[in-house]
Each structure stands twice: as structure tokens, then as C-alpha cells.
């Protein structure tokens, strides 16, 4: 196993969750351009017809659009071989229209796990569990 190879994967990784945290789309979308296969295998929740980055660079638009003060926290994360796995609370207010809900004003804090595979220093593949049970939940989409 390769150590160095398992920090940088880490660290690239990582990029995305501080462009994710700036609140900025452009700044999003530029960083997917820089560290994310054109044709990444996108294994997640996601209800939409694109495919690789641009699916990526979807999701991040419409959750900027709902909660605009989104703030994904890394609460572990593993790196062995070619794949990182992270596990990550996230917390936003609902401001803009999520999964035709519209705005609720409502603050959510939910979990997600994420194993993401590296190829060339670069993610080739992301497999995501949201829990987007206690997320509607939470937006009052789904009683208590």
C-alpha cells in the first residue's frame, strides 16, 4: 500500500470539501473541472439526467440554490489504496426550493458517507449514502 499515494487522495479530496464550504458555485464547479473525471461513475441520490462531472457539478448548483449557508463537516475520513472514504455531517438552511419543496426557513443537519476511487490523482468514482430520510424529515416532507 502505497501511503503517499492515500494522503494525496486525501488532500485532493479534501479541495473539494473547501470549495464546497465557500458557498461559491463557480469556485465548485472550477475545483470538479480540476480534480473530477469527465466521465466519473456517480454512484449517489441524485434525481437528474446528467452523467459524470457535470452530474456533480448539478447536485452542488441545486443544494447552493436551497441551502445557500451549506457547510459539509468532515468527521472522519480513511484513505487506504485507491479509495477514500469520508463520513460527514452536513447543516444548511432551507432557502430555496429542494425536491419541489418549496422554501421552509427550517435549518437541517444530516449525515452522508462517501467512498470516493482515485485514478491518475484524479476521482474516477463516488459511491454516496445520504440520509435523506431525516433531510425531508426535518423539512417537514416527512412527519415525525
Known amino acids: 500500500m502505497s501511503t503517499a499515494r ?3 487522495n486525501k488532500a485532493t ?7 464546497v464550504n465557500s458557498g461559491d458555485a463557480e469556485l465548485i464547479a472550477k475545483t470538479i473541472d480540476e480534480i473530477v473525471e469527465p466521465d466519473v461513475l456517480f454512484h449517489a441520490p441524485v434525481p437528474m439526467d446528467a ?3 457535470q452530474a456533480l457539478k448539478q447536485v452542488w448548483a441545486v443544494l447552493l440554490r436551497a441551502f445557500p449557508d451549506i457547510h459539509v463537516a468532515v468527521e472522519d475520513a480513511i484513505a487506504e489504496e485507491d479509495k477514500v472514504v469520508f463520513r460527514n455531517t452536513v447543516t444548511g438552511t ?3 426550493e429542494f425536491r419541489g419543496l418549496p ?10 458517507i462517501f467512498i470516493v476511487r482515485f485514478a491518475g490523482g484524479r476521482i474516477a468514482e463516488i459511491w454516496g449514502v ?4 431525516s433531510q425531508m424529515q426535518q423539512l417537514g416532507a416527512i412527519p415525525t
Do not use: M
Not at 422554501?103 to 452522508?112: D, F, L, M
Open 130 to 133: 445520504v440520509d435523506v430520510f
Open 51 to 53: 452523467t459524470g462531472a
Open 94 to 96: 432551507h432557502q430555496g
Open 13 to 19: 479530496f479534501s479541495r473539494l470539501h473547501d470549495a
Open 6 to 8: 492515500a494522503t494525496s
Open 103 to 112: 422554501p421552509t426557513g427550517k435549518r437541517v443537519t444530516y449525515n452522508e
